[in-house]
């Protein structure tokens, strides 16, 4: 019997590129270790000359960023109907647009960093420049300015002084059309892996993962250097405190529509109160991630990690073609 095929969707054109690659071959790895058939696939004008060329069973993605990420590249296959690992189009999107994501975790009663949103057009239109003042007085400073649709801290700038904030909010918008401005929550940042949650396979969240950098920030450097950061699992929490982490983190989850795995990133303040910064649909698979570290604080290799996250497209190919 031939050995079943797959296709892994990797690169792309977003900054985060090389990150995908990196992590695209760790997953090749595994899938032709589990017997796959893998045919990897670049993210581009080409992808769906060579899906149709290569005729996989189901896509494993491994892309961050627009058109790998945020539901753009789901979309296509869900059009194709071919299946594909990673939460659907739908949840991609919302998940991407850190904007749109905390106004529904608001809706669902769900802890979130105060926050206001300006567009590019607010400030070429509209005069937006002008209620800065009014927006650190309702925040309160320190804030965070962040691109809205981008991911592994790109763009993200510390705003402790009104004179600041223009500076930050200009150079975000050289990254996005939507710019973020989020209270600074000072606290322990810690990252929660949910695996699951669809079919027979309730959603589990992975040991929590705390974070300790020498930056100021969680920054795209900090992402992928050790020499920067540290990892910590099972982050070293009270009982009480663990479950609030986790059951915050679930019900995001489950708030945003996401399946097969996401990694949430929150903050735990002063008072040990967690407080959700946003939603990864497609946490990095490079070896510093803290995806793969919290599988291994679970006791799950990472060939065993890729063999969860592909069950669900793994089975709906399975029962397509039985």
Do not use: W
């Not at 032709?32 to 290569?54: N, W």
């Not at 009014?134 to 592994?152: I, N």
């Not at 109160?273 to 497609?282: A, D, F, G, M, S």
């Amino acid at each position: 019997m031939s050995a079943r095929r797959v296709a892994v969707a990797r690169g792309g054109t977003s900054i985060e590129r090389e990150v995908s690659l990196r992590g695209a071959r760790r997953v090749t790895g595994a899938l032709r270790q589990a017997g796959y058939d893998v045919a990897e696939v670049e993210i581009d004008h080409t992808v769906l000359d060579h899906l149709r060329g290569t005729d996989p069973e189901f896509v494993f993605i491994v892309a961050h960023g627009r058109n790998g990420e945020d539901g753009s590249l789901q979309g296509l296959l869900e059009l194709l109907e071919l299946p594909y690992t990673g939460s659907d189009s739908l949840a991609s999107a919302l998940c991407m647009d850190k904007v749109l994501s905390k106004r529904l975790l608001q809706r669902a009663g769900l802890p979130t960093p105060p926050f206001h949103a300006f567009s590019r057009s607010t400030f070429q239109d509209l005069g937006a420049a002008t209620v800065f003042d009014d927006v650190l007085r309702r925040l309160q400073a320190p804030v965070v300015v962040k691109p809205a649709r981008l991911g592994s801290s790109f763009g993200i700038k510390f705003v402790s002084h009104p004179e600041q904030l223009r500076t930050a909010v200009l150079g975000s918008v050289a990254y996005d059309d939507e710019i973020l401005v989020e209270r600074h929550v000072a606290g322990r940042e810690l990252a929660v892996t949910v695996l699951g949650g669809t079919g027979a396979a309730p959603a589990r969240a992975l040991p929590i993962v705390e974070i300790f950098s020498t930056r100021e920030f969680y920054d795209y450097e900090a992402h992928y250097d050790f020499d920067v950061v540290t990892l910590d699992a099972p982050a070293s929490l009270p009982d009480a405190v663990r479950e609030s982490v986790e059951a915050v983190s679930l019900a995001a989850y489950e708030a945003l529509g996401c399946r097969d795995f996401a990694r949430v990133d929150l903050m735990l303040d002063a008072d040990e109160r967690p407080q959700i910064l946003e939603i990864n649909t497609i946490p990095g698979l490079t070896e510093t991630g803290p995806t793969p570290f919290a599988a291994d604080a679970a006791g799950l290799s990472f060939a065993e990690l890729v063999a969860a996250i592909a069950a669900r497209a793994a089975a709906v190919a399975a029962g397509a073609s039985g």
